[in-house]
C-alpha cells in the first residue's frame, strides 16, 4: 500500500506560480512512475505530466508542455510540479498518481493504482 500526501495548493493570479508536492510512503518509491492529474468540477481526471521511475523521461499534457515541470526526488520520496504562466483554465483539484506504468499508457488515469487526496489549486483571472 502506497499512500500519497499532496500539498502547496492554493489561490493565485494569473501569470503566477505554484509548486505542488506529493510525498509517498513506501520503500519502493523508485519504481513507481509518478503522475499529476487535474480534475475539474464536474469532469473527469486530465493527464497534465508524469515521470518514470528514473527520472530520466518526462511526459506532458500539450497543453501544459513549457509552463510545467515534474521531477522528483528519490531521497526524499517525493515529487513535484512547478507550474508557472498559470490560466484560469488550469484551475481544478491536482491529484498525484503511483503505479507501475508503461510509457504507452503514462497518460491514462485507469493505469494507476494509487492516489492522493488531492490539492485545490484556483487561477483567478
Same mark, same amino acid.
Do not use: I, S
Given at each position: 500500500q502506497v499512500q500519497l500526501v499532496e500539498s502547496g495548493g492554493g489561490l493565485v493570479h494569473s501569470g503566477g506560480s505554484l509548486t505542488l508536492s506529493c510525498a509517498a510512503s513506501t520503500r519502493t518509491f523508485n519504481t @513507481?512512475?509518478? &503522475?499529476?492529474?487535474? !480534475?475539474a468540477p464536474g469532469k473527469e481526471p486530465e493527464f497534465v505530466a508524469a515521470i518514470d521511475w528514473s527520472g530520466d523521461s518526462t511526459f506532458y499534457a500539450d497543453s501544459r508542455e513549457g509552463r510545467f515541470s515534474i521531477s522528483r526526488n528519490g &531521497?526524499?520520496?517525493?515529487? @513535484?510540479? !512547478?507550474?508557472s504562466g498559470l490560466k484560469p483554465d488550469d484551475t481544478g483539484v491536482f491529484y498525484c498518481a503511483a503505479g507501475h506504468v508503461q510509457h504507452s499508457s503514462i497518460r491514462n488515469d485507469g493505469e494507476y493504482l494509487y492516489w492522493g487526496q488531492g490539492t485545490q489549486v484556483t487561477v483567478s483571472s
Open positions: @513507481y512512475v509518478m &503522475a499529476w492529474f487535474r !480534475q &531521497a526524499k520520496n517525493t515529487v @513535484y510540479l !512547478q507550474m
